[in-house]
């Protein structure tokens, strides 16, 4: 039984073909390509507010300079917020929820950050490195520390997202699985365990977003 539990985690495969592909490929499709003829409807306007507020909330924080990685980043920002959405409905597949995914798309963006640091401001990014105000005979030790820290800091960041997904899912299908099975015995704790449910539900549709 709790086997079954842990299985809506592994990759499905249909005929030997593994679903993340069709899974990671879906958000895409969600979007409508423009051209010529395209007549603005309802959707396409509340999608483009979406990505237009989503990209304005990205882009405050940085100088015009930064503002050249506003495409990757609100891409990023919409196909994580789809995939994670896409993954709270019954039978379906997480992608977020597979380390080797997180940790692939964290690696990347991290170096692009530290190279970027490093080569536009190298004084400031080094000196994140060591705090202001700190006693000689510490600065050894804390250099290393902090080195250490912005090293392991994709892993541990790739490993607590993955870590969350993970466990949101599986409190969701334990509850779920509770609520059917006690529905037939005690209806008023299968009530209540429904209601435990939905703000749960509602809790992971947040961490989803977030």
Same mark, same amino acid.
């Given at each position: 039984? $709790?086997?079954?539990?842990?299985?809506?985690?592994? !990759?499905p495969h249909?005929?030997?073909?593994?679903?993340?592909?069709?899974?990671?490929?879906?958000?895409? &499709?969600? *979007?409508?390509?423009p051209?010529?003829?395209?007549i +603005? $409807?309802?959707?396409?306007?509340?999608?483009?507010?979406f990505?237009?507020?989503?990209?304005?909330?990205?882009?405050?924080?940085?100088n015009?300079?930064g503002?050249?990685w506003?495409l990757? &980043? !609100?891409s #990023?920002?919409i196909? @994580?917020?789809?995939?994670?959405l896409?993954?709270? @409905?019954?039978?379906t597949?997480?992608p977020?929820? /597979?380390l080797?995914?997180n &940790?692939?798309l964290?690696?990347?963006?991290? *170096?692009?950050?530290l *190279?970027?640091?490093?080569?536009? /401001?190298?004084?400031?990014s080094l000196?994140? @490195?060591?705090?202001?105000?700190?006693?000689?005979?510490? =600065?050894?030790? #804390?250099?290393? =520390?902090?080195?250490?820290?912005? &090293? =392991?800091?994709? @892993?541990?960041?790739?490993?607590?997202? +993955?870590? $969350?997904l993970?466990?949101?899912?599986?409190?969701i /299908? #334990?509850? !779920?699985?509770?609520t059917?099975v #006690?529905?037939s015995?005690?209806p008023?704790?299968?009530?209540?365990?429904?209601? %435990?449910?939905?703000l749960?539900?509602?809790?992971?549709v947040? %961490?989803?977003?977030?």
């Amino acid at each position: 039984m $709790n086997l079954s539990f842990f299985d809506q985690f592994m !990759s499905p495969h249909l005929l030997g073909i593994p679903l993340i592909l069709i899974s990671l490929l879906f958000p895409a &499709l969600l *979007l409508p390509s423009p051209h010529n003829r395209w007549i +603005t $409807n309802r959707t396409s306007t509340l999608q483009s507010w979406f990505i237009y507020m989503i990209t304005k909330q990205l882009m405050i924080p940085l100088n015009k300079k930064g503002h050249k990685w506003a495409l990757i &980043l !609100s891409s #990023l920002m919409i196909f @994580l917020l789809s995939i994670n959405l896409l993954g709270l @409905l019954p039978y379906t597949f997480t992608p977020t929820t /597979q380390l080797s995914m997180n &940790l692939a798309l964290a690696f990347p963006l991290w *170096l692009a950050t530290l *190279l970027t640091g490093l080569r536009n /401001q190298p004084s400031t990014s080094l000196g994140h @490195l060591l705090p202001e105000g700190t006693p000689t005979p510490l =600065i050894p030790a #804390l250099i290393m =520390i902090e080195t250490t820290s912005l &090293l =392991i800091r994709p @892993l541990a960041l790739g490993v607590r997202l +993955t870590a $969350n997904l993970t466990a949101g899912h599986l409190l969701i /299908q #334990l509850i !779920s699985t509770a609520t059917a099975v #006690l529905f037939s015995i005690m209806p008023a704790i299968s009530a209540l365990t429904a209601c %435990v449910l939905l703000l749960l539900t509602i809790l992971e549709v947040a %961490v989803a977003m977030i």
